[in-house]
């Protein structure tokens, strides 16, 4: 990460104190590694899904609902706790929050390494998310507090791609830890690395916070918890109902939307905000926020069936299709540092629409793929989404923390974060309901067409691709004729899914094409509030 620049003082009229700026390519690693453990735990889990199912002593013997719990648990925390993570990390300092955000993260891992039910893994999960919500903010307000806005860009366009190498190296590495090693070791393997995380922060990053936070604001910070949980939880739910319909489901949502309109009402009236309102009147600042939301929200929905595909249509095992995802990473590594290049050349307007359509391209892509496609068209497509990926990330990200005050960078990784969770929440929901509805009317006639089955055994069947395998392996030779249908069925599904993420990256286009600043634009917010002579530096030596 060294620069040639690393070894100068840093420069006239820093607000970032000498003696921390020459150490900062060393602490962006250290905030890679915490980003990393926090990410690779998410995407490690999905693979372990089928042995955790598996009765004791090899899994927990978990049911679908209570896998999904153990994922959702963690996504319900993280999200609902993102802003209050971060605006606490403005008020008592970045440096603690993640230190004890660490903490937290690794002893909710070795619970969760050793959970003796189901419901142990729920709660320990949520545990785990709790951590995560006070690591993922604080990284990101920290690298902005150490690094200039010249090289903000740069170092951005490395925390994403560190990222995305931790998507795809999860199921790799949950992959290895499972031919080996019992189920808890998806969740046992992060203490090593919090350790030597915790080690590496304590002598490496400094703190920083609002050096003016101004008073508390209680009201607001409860009114965005339950605002988010509510509308979370909703999400959720009617993805794993599939049915969005569902009274639950709609009150929740409604309840959810109801309260964080009343948060952003009492923010627009408070003296001692959490978050001003007023910075969503910048086009420039909406547009970066919402494509964040657009691009999971396709991405999440695409990641949910390519599981399914590799694994249960194509036979790939955990591992290998784990290595499937590399190209993805790969074009991360190499397009996401060097993402500020091509906007200092275009403009992020003309980039991050490029982006958009690229995305949208490899989504209507995977249209291509049938049960016996040349799997190289996968890796070209996957390829082509991680390139697409690297040059909408870093501008968006570095547009929405620049357009902030650097004393209120916690809140604004937050902000960046939270809407990425809720994205993907949705994504992974909405998406997933479409897949499963597409997939139960597909299959729907070959499982009537099997004699003697019961109505319960084949609604259960129909409700994904791995229950109708599952039904079909019980019924010996008698069963061999559903395996056709069903990836036929899946494939059709995947494909209606995939039309869905194309055309809602699409609309990411139309609105970073309407609202991102183009080449020449000014960025800087009216006021920005950055602190500029040395003296007014927040950051500790």
């Not at 929050?97 to 891992?109: C, E, K, R, T």
């Not at 499982?447 to 089955?453: H, I, K, R, S």
Request: with cysteine; net charge neutral; glycine share 12%.
């Amino acid at each position: 990460m060294a620069s040639p620049s690393s070894t100068q003082g840093a420069p006239d009229g820093s607000g970032v104190p000498e003696a921390i700026y020459r150490r900062r390519w060393a602490i962006l690693v250290v905030l890679m590694f915490s980003v990393l453990v926090v990410v690779l735990d998410n995407s490690i889990l999905n693979v372990a899904m089928k042995t955790i199912a598996s009765p004791k002593p090899t899994g927990l013997g978990a049911t679908q609902s209570q896998l999904e719990w153990a994922i959702n648990s963690y996504t319900l925390v993280f999200a609902g706790l993102l802003f209050t993570a971060g605006i606490l990390g403005d008020r008592i300092g970045r440096k603690k929050v993640l230190l004890g955000g660490m903490v937290v993260f690794g002893a909710g891992s070795v619970l969760a390494a050793f959970s003796g039910s189901p419901g142990e893994l729920i709660g320990f999960r949520a545990l785990m998310g709790l951590g995560a919500a006070f690591v993922m903010p604080a990284t990101l307000a920290i690298l902005v507090n150490v690094f200039e806005r010249e090289e903000q860009a740069k170092a951005i366009g490395i925390w994403v791609a560190a990222v995305g190498l931790a998507i795809a190296i999860g199921p790799i590495t949950g992959g290895l830890l499972l031919e080996h090693f019992w189920w808890g070791s998806v969740f046992f393997v992060n203490v090593p690395i919090v350790i030597v995380g915790l080690i590496a922060m304590v002598l490496l990053v400094p703190d920083s916070r609002d050096p003016a936070p101004g008073r508390v604001d209680p009201p607001g910070v409860l009114l965005s918890v339950v605002g988010l949980v509510l509308l979370v939880y909703g999400i959720i739910k009617g993805g794993q109902l599939a049915d969005f319909t569902d009274a639950q489901v709609l009150g929740s949502i409604a309840a959810g939307l109801a309260v964080l309109v009343l948060f952003v009402l009492h923010e627009k009236r408070s003296h001692h905000p959490a978050i001003d309102i007023r910075y969503f009147r910048n086009p420039a600042f909406s547009a970066a926020i919402g494509a964040v939301a657009l691009v999971f929200f396709a991405l999440m929905g695409v990641t949910f069936f390519m599981v399914f595909y590799t694994q249960s249509v194509r036979g790939y095992s955990a591992l290998e299709s784990g290595l499937l995802i590399l190209p993805l990473a790969v074009a991360q590594l190499i397009f996401a540092p060097r993402a500020r290049l091509v906007v200092e050349r275009f403009g992020a307007r003309a980039v991050c629409t490029g982006g958009m359509l690229l995305v949208a391209a490899t989504m209507s892509g995977f249209l291509l793929l049938g049960v016996d496609t040349p799997i190289v068209v996968l890796e070209v497509l996957f390829f082509a989404q991680g390139a697409g990926m690297a040059h909408i990330m870093p501008p968006v990200t570095t547009a929405i923390m620049q357009a902030l005050p650097r004393q209120k960078a916690g809140s604004g990784s937050a902000l960046n974060n939270t809407f990425r969770q809720v994205g993907g929440a949705l994504g992974v929901a909405v998406l997933g309901s479409v897949l499963s509805s597409t997939y139960r009317e597909g299959i729907r006639d070959a499982l009537a067409a099997v004699p003697g089955l019961p109505d319960s055994v084949r609604h259960s069947a129909g409700e994904s691709v791995e229950a109708t395998l599952g039904v079909a392996e019980k019924l010996g030779p008698r069963g061999q004729e559903l395996v056709g249908p069903a990836q036929d069925a899946f494939v059709h599904a995947m494909h209606v899914t995939a039309l869905g993420s194309a055309g809602v990256a699409l609309f990411g286009a139309l609105v970073v094409l309407a609202f991102l600043p183009g080449k020449g634009a000014s960025d800087e917010a009216p006021d920005s509030g950055r602190p500029h002579p040395r003296k007014e530096a927040s950051a500790d030596r």
